[in-house]
């Protein structure tokens, strides 16, 4: 079979469960993985014969696409502030609105600091490490710390800084546990995309990410959806820098909360839309 006719099939077989644009998309994504071979380039070479290597790769990919597992666990790869990072169901896939906060808080130190001592961060809740990892790739000098409760997911971040040769410190910690920021300095910058879902929302959630994504990363009890960012205030207390920020994402419809959170503390703070125009980000300080 020619890499166009199974190319096809592999879109077609796709629209039974996405739309045209992002079977588009994923067939393109799954094809440059399995291949090495763009769009154009694809095109190009459309008539020569597919090796049998890709096709079994791109019959398994087909295969977990279609039981809704997500393209970027599918291939072990995602986009991140222009990267490719590495990534399984051990970490959240990156979304674009963290993309903005870490935007935010790049073009805030370039504002502030162009000419002072190097900025100490800490990135709360890690995950795949890209937010750690941006930071450092833009802010050479920052010095960075990245945590975690989730070993899984550390040895990830771990590989994702070893790759793009970003020396980030990495520590197992739970963050609720305030015992354990004995280990923890004082920062310029806080930065944390927490878990805040909810859990009641689960059943009004895609199966593609309540399924595949963890939970722990995404779910926070009913009965205190805000415990994260109430620690983090606690922490920042006692661990941020005098004019040191705190910059988090947040749930849509809880931007104005958290940000009394910070408020009722002592911080002032403002509420950042997205591209969408949704409240997804909080800075305070």
């Not at 071979?37 to 694809?42: G, H």
């Not at 599918?74 to 990534?87: A, G, N």
């Not at 009004?204 to 959806?225: C, G, H, Q, R, Y």
């Not at 705190?246 to 909360?257: D, L, M, W």
Request: charged fraction near 30%; include cysteine; glycine fraction near 4%.
């Amino acid at each position: 079979m020619t890499i166009s006719q199974f190319y096809i099939d592999f879109k077609n077989k796709l629209k039974t469960i996405y739309d045209d644009r992002e079977s588009d998309n994923i067939a393109d994504w799954a094809f440059e993985n399995a291949t090495g071979l763009k769009k154009l380039e694809r095109r190009l070479n459309g008539n020569h014969k597919l090796n049998e290597i890709d096709y079994n790769h791109l019959q398994k990919y087909l295969k977990e696409l279609l039981e809704h597992k997500p393209v970027q666990y599918v291939l072990q790869e995602t986009w991140f502030y222009k990267r490719k990072f590495f990534i399984n169901e051990n970490v959240l896939i990156p979304r674009p609105e963290t993309e903005e906060l870490v935007e935010w808080i790049i073009n805030d130190s370039h504002a502030r600091n162009q000419h002072s001592k190097p900025t100490n961060m800490i990135d709360i809740g890690t995950g795949s490490g890209c937010i750690a990892v941006s930071l450092k790739k833009e802010l050479a000098s920052a010095n960075i710390t990245a945590i975690d409760v989730s070993e899984k997911a550390l040895k990830i971040a771990k590989k994702n800084a070893s790759g793009f040769n970003t020396p980030i410190g990495f520590l197992e910690i739970n963050f609720l546990d305030e015992t354990e920021w004995k280990d923890l300095k004082t920062y310029d910058v806080i930065v944390s995309n927490p878990p805040y879902i909810p859990a009641k929302e689960k059943n009004i959630m895609a199966k593609n990410v309540t399924e595949f994504e963890p939970s722990i990363a995404l779910f926070v009890d009913n009965n205190d959806p805000f415990i994260f960012y109430k620690k983090i205030t606690g922490f920042a207390k006692r661990h941020l820098n005098k004019n040191g920020k705190i910059y988090v994402e947040v749930h849509e419809n809880y931007s104005k909360e958290v940000k009394d959170i910070f408020e009722k503390s002592g911080f002032a703070s403002e509420i950042r839309k997205d591209i969408y125009g949704n409240a997804r980000m909080v800075k305070a300080g």
